[in-house]
């Protein structure tokens, strides 16, 4: 009932910047709380930031003053900007949203990498 795509990842050098974008389509009335998650390779996956419906934002320690979510609710898009970069942040990075009615769902996933 709810699709999520994510877009915007890529190859970066250490201290450069990501946006990434999650686009949310199907058939509800409106989205809970949004969520980015990541996984790197031979780790779990791990929580990231959450943006609440009104903008409550929450974030890993290690991400905090670096990255920013956001979401546009009129067009069911969240997004993640990611500013200094580390090689630590390469993972791939999920969009997570939560529907009420319809759960959980789980966006492919985009991979990040960041160079040294």
């Known amino acids: 009932q709810v699709q999520l795509v994510e877009s915007g990842g890529g190859l970066v050098q250490a201290g450069g910047s990501l946006r990434l974008s999650c686009a949310a389509s199907?058939?509800?009335?409106?989205?809970?709380?949004m969520a980015w998650y990541r996984q790197a390779p031979g780790k779990q996956r791990e929580w990231v930031a959450t943006?609440?419906?009104?903008?409550?934002?929450y974030y890993v320690d290690s991400v905090k003053g670096r990255f920013s979510i956001s979401r546009d609710n009129a067009k069911n898009t969240m997004y993640l900007q990611m500013n200094s970069l580390e090689p630590e942040d390469t993972a791939v990075y999920y969009c997570?949203?939560?529907?009420?009615?319809?759960?959980?769902?789980w966006g492919q996933g985009t991979q990040v990498t960041v160079s040294s």
């Open positions: 943006i609440s419906p009104d903008g409550s934002t």
């Open positions: 997570n949203v939560l529907v009420p009615g319809r759960g959980e769902s």
């Open positions: 199907g058939r509800f009335y409106r989205i809970d709380v």
